[in-house]
């Protein structure tokens, strides 16, 4: 399987008091699938463009290693790898970070290739990609098995295993600067829109809730994200968040929602600490 | 009847959300939609004039089967056009 590597030189951007800021590993690993498919496929541009197939995201899983802190590295290697599953009807992207003789964080993504219906609006739907695009794939980036849904066992267990602690909901409104070029949002984000939500909640529960303070002053353990469907440029949502305490840790479950016809649930995300 | 646009289907109607056409059935809306907005005619029809299939209708909230396009609908229905995904 072949891997696609390289440097980022720090900012402070990259990170918060706490930690690497999610959004930035999320935002890095796109990237590097756009430099995967260019340096073995295609480019971003030319796979839309011309090829006229794109990808979409259904689930992402992001977790920190040891915590890395602004100090403690002047850059981030990344390496990024992408394989097939099921035939071309699935893509998976696997990247790490690395900084200070160590491994930071890692992330996985599993997405849906897309066919570009019509080339002005870039509206798509779910196709596998086809053999002219699949046979630059080495035989070991080419997989036939289904990947497993995460995220609904891990919302089962902590429901089951957890004390509830509280909730709360959060609008928010996708404005164009959460976007991307096809005027959809940007699943980088998610972690922004449901930190929004945790820090908001925190901030108004947390004297009569000490555990929820872990969401204001801890790093993050881990995310898990598995998405139902997109939202636009100028849609309204709406988090719906749920906070437990598992076995002592602070475990957050936001639902994405919104009130549009066709179904209101467009994604669920569990943050663990 | 009363169209619905939003998402990436905003900028091919210069922003308006509600728009408000007279036609008997949703089809012939589509086509007095794109009069007023022409760039939307390759947006959501394809080169047979048929509804791309990458888009979700909606009769007052009610999912729409394609046969339902040619149906007569009252004069105050509302209808909601949505892009499923795009290709980003």
């Given at each position: 399987?072949?891997?696609?590597?390289?440097?980022?030189?720090?900012?402070?951007?990259?990170?918060?008091?706490?930690?690497?800021?999610?959004?930035?590993?999320?935002?890095?690993?796109?990237?590097?699938?756009?430099?995967?498919?260019?340096?073995?496929?295609?480019?971003?541009?030319?796979?839309?463009?011309?090829?006229?197939?794109?990808?979409?995201?259904?689930?992402?899983?992001?977790?920190?290693?040891?915590?890395?802190?602004?100090?403690?590295?002047?850059?981030?290697?990344?390496?990024?790898?992408?394989?097939?599953?099921?035939?071309?009807?699935?893509?998976?992207?696997?990247?790490?970070?690395?900084?200070?003789?160590?491994?930071?964080?890692?992330?996985?993504?599993?997405?849906?290739?897309?066919?570009?219906?019509?080339?002005?609006?870039?509206?798509?739907?779910?196709?596998?990609?086809?053999?002219?695009?699949?046979?630059?794939?080495?035989?070991?980036e080419r997989g036939e098995q289904s990947p497993p849904r995460?995220?609904?066992?891990?919302?089962?267990?902590?429901?089951?295993?957890?004390?509830?602690?509280?909730?709360?909901?959060?609008?928010?409104?996708?404005?164009?600067?959460?976007?991307?070029?096809?005027?959809?949002?940007?699943?980088?984000?998610?972690?922004?829109?449901?930190?929004?939500?945790?820090?908001?909640?925190?901030?108004?529960?947390?004297?009569?809730?000490?555990?929820?303070?872990?969401?204001?002053?801890?790093?993050?353990?881990?995310?898990?994200?598995?998405?139902?469907?997109?939202?636009?440029?100028?849609?309204?949502?709406?988090?719906?968040?749920?906070?437990?305490?598992?076995?002592?840790?602070?475990?957050?479950?936001?639902?994405?929602?919104?009130?549009?016809?066709?179904?209101?649930?467009?994604?669920?995300?569990?943050?663990?600490? | 009847?009363?169209?619905?646009?939003?998402?990436?289907?905003?900028?091919?109607?210069?922003?308006?959300?509600?728009?408000?056409?007279?036609?008997?059935?949703?089809?012939?809306?589509?086509?007095?939609?794109?009069?007023?907005?022409?760039?939307?005619?390759?947006?959501?029809?394809?080169?047979?004039?048929?509804?791309?299939?990458?888009?979700?209708?909606?009769?007052?909230?009610?999912?729409?089967?394609?046969?339902?396009?040619?149906?007569?609908?009252?004069?105050?229905?509302?209808?909601?056009?949505?892009?499923?995904?795009?290709?980003?």
């Open positions: 399987m072949r891997t696609i590597s390289w440097d980022i030189v720090v900012d402070t951007c990259l990170f918060s008091p706490l930690g690497l800021q999610p959004r930035a590993l999320f935002s890095h690993s796109w990237n590097g699938l756009a430099r995967w498919f260019k340096a073995h496929v295609v480019s971003f541009p030319k796979l839309l463009g011309d090829k006229r197939y794109g990808m979409v995201f259904l689930g992402i899983h992001l977790s920190y290693d040891q915590p890395l802190g602004f100090f403690d590295a002047d850059t981030v290697r990344v390496d990024a790898s992408v394989s097939l599953l099921r035939r071309g009807s699935r893509v998976r992207l696997q990247t790490e970070f690395f900084a200070a003789d160590r491994r930071a964080a890692e992330m996985s993504f599993l997405l849906c290739p897309v066919a570009i219906d019509d080339g002005v609006s870039l509206a798509a739907r779910p196709a596998a990609f086809p053999e002219s695009i699949q046979e630059y794939f080495l035989p070991d995460v995220v609904p066992d891990l919302v089962s267990t902590i429901a089951a295993r957890g004390r509830e602690l509280a909730s709360g909901s959060q609008p928010f409104f996708v404005h164009r600067h959460y976007g991307e070029v096809a005027d959809q949002w940007s699943f980088t984000e998610i972690p922004c829109i449901c930190e929004s939500a945790r820090e908001s909640l925190a901030l108004a529960r947390h004297e009569d809730v000490p555990v929820l303070r872990h969401g204001l002053s801890k790093p993050l353990r881990s995310i898990d994200v598995e998405l139902q469907r997109p939202y636009f440029v100028f849609d309204s949502g709406r988090v719906d968040t749920e906070t437990y305490d598992v076995d002592g840790r602070l475990a957050m479950i936001h639902k994405l929602c919104s009130s549009q016809p066709g179904g209101q649930l467009h994604g669920t995300v569990v943050e663990r600490f | 009847m009363r169209f619905f646009l939003s998402g990436n289907l905003l900028r091919f109607s210069n922003y308006h959300r509600e728009i408000d056409v007279e036609a008997a059935t949703i089809y012939e809306g589509i086509f007095g939609l794109i009069n007023q907005y022409p760039d939307l005619r390759p947006v959501l029809l394809d080169g047979d004039d048929e509804v791309r299939g990458v888009h979700r209708l909606f009769l007052d909230g009610q999912p729409l089967a394609a046969e339902g396009l040619r149906e007569a609908v009252p004069s105050e229905a509302d209808v909601t056009i949505l892009t499923a995904i795009a290709g980003g």
